[in-house]
């Protein structure tokens, strides 16, 4: 009995990895500031009732589509007319998504439910996609020790009310900006009087900053991180600069024209407009890059590298489908010649000990 209970659950638990494997895709795609990228699902089964894309930690509802394609909604703010169906009539079941204009704070785990005519509720996870955003216009800043050079950054959105440059490898901040006005509560004290902003005003979005007479310690990556009154906590990473600073000696023009200006001598190799008031790309990353041909040439497949790991990911599954498979019908082999062995024994004492019985009883 014992035995028979153990093949169960054994059966039971590999059942559920089976359904794992066939049926929750996962996808990795790393794209660039300002592109379009493609969210592949495709669902099976029946009409379909819900269409829910939602991203994780934090969770927001992506993209909602209730009653087929005619009542389709974007509930959260960030992704407001950014985000559609890349096949608006849901043919072959495809119920993929095109997000636009990615931005940073687009990188996350995105997961794709569907609920149709022929499964129950809550909506099942048909596919999960891990987005990674890197920083297309990411700069690279060389100047000499003693000059004053311009981090830039620019943000778009409502009004500012925070803002922080840090260093990646210092636990205190380069510069904060809070409640309207410079903040030196946590400021590392090696910046202390030498950063400030290039714009007081912060007008058209311009949070870039001017760090003063530079040393080889301040060599470093820095973030510029903003949050907005549209925005939650924390700040928003918005711009990565890596800034290295060689002895004025070591190169004639450090790089760029720094030469120590007030705003810090970006002549030619800060680029003001770097910032990209249109969102790093000036058509907006290709809005057709892809959309309709399948190939997602926005998802990461510029070099062919999505298809290459779609079929190793198929090739994977089929393997894994088969080795299941086997396993499955081991165990069911194992419990009916368990239980078959188990029967017969009891039917062989039970022939034995009859006539013993009988025996008993004759001379009454």
Avoid at 347 to 361: G, I, M, R, T, Y
Wanted: one cysteine or more.
């Amino acid at each position: 009995m014992a035995s028979s209970t153990s093949g169960t659950s054994v059966a039971v638990f590999t059942c559920l990895c089976f359904f794992f494997l066939t049926f929750a895709d996962q996808q990795q795609i790393t794209v660039k500031t300002g592109d379009n990228v493609t969210l592949q699902c495709h669902h099976r089964g029946g009409d379909i009732q819900l269409l829910e894309w939602r991203r994780l930690n934090p969770e927001e509802d992506v993209f909602v589509c209730r009653h087929g394609k005619n009542d389709c909604s974007t509930p959260h703010p960030s992704f407001k007319n950014r985000v559609e169906l890349r096949d608006p009539e849901m043919k072959d079941r495809d119920v993929s998504v095109i997000l636009n204009n990615v931005t940073i704070n687009d990188t996350g785990t995105y997961e794709c439910y569907v609920r149709n005519s022929s499964t129950k509720p809550p909506p099942q996870l048909f596919n999960t996609t891990r987005l990674t955003v890197t920083d297309s216009d990411q700069q690279q800043i060389t100047v000499k020790t003693g000059d004053n050079v311009t981090l830039q950054c620019h943000h778009r959105g409502g009004d500012i009310e925070h803002l922080e440059w840090r260093r990646q490898d210092l636990k205190e901040e380069v510069f904060v900006w809070k409640h309207g006005k410079m903040s030196d509560d946590n400021q590392h004290p090696s910046f202390k009087n030498r950063v400030e902003l290039r714009d007081p005003e912060m007008k058209d979005g311009d949070v870039s900053v001017i760090l003063k007479n530079v040393t080889i310690k301040d060599t470093g990556t820095y973030e510029c991180r903003v949050r907005n009154n549209k925005t939650k906590p924390p700040p928003h990473l918005i711009t990565t600069i890596n800034l290295t600073v060689v002895n004025s000696g070591a190169a004639e023009h450090g790089g760029d024209k720094y030469g120590g200006k007030k705003d810090g001598g970006n002549k030619d190799g800060g680029n003001k407009d770097k910032g990209d008031k249109d969102g790093g790309d000036k058509d907006g990353g290709n809005k057709d890059k892809g959309d309709k041909d399948g190939g997602d040439k926005d998802g990461g497949d510029k070099d062919g590298r999505n298809k290459d790991v779609g079929d190793k990911h198929r090739h994977l599954k089929l393997v894994l489908t088969v080795f299941v498979s086997v396993i499955l019908v081991g165990i069911v082999g194992i419990v009916c010649v368990t239980h078959r062995k188990c029967n017969g024994h009891f039917k062989k004492n039970s022939d034995v000990s009859l006539p013993d019985e009988a025996a008993d009883q004759e001379p009454t």
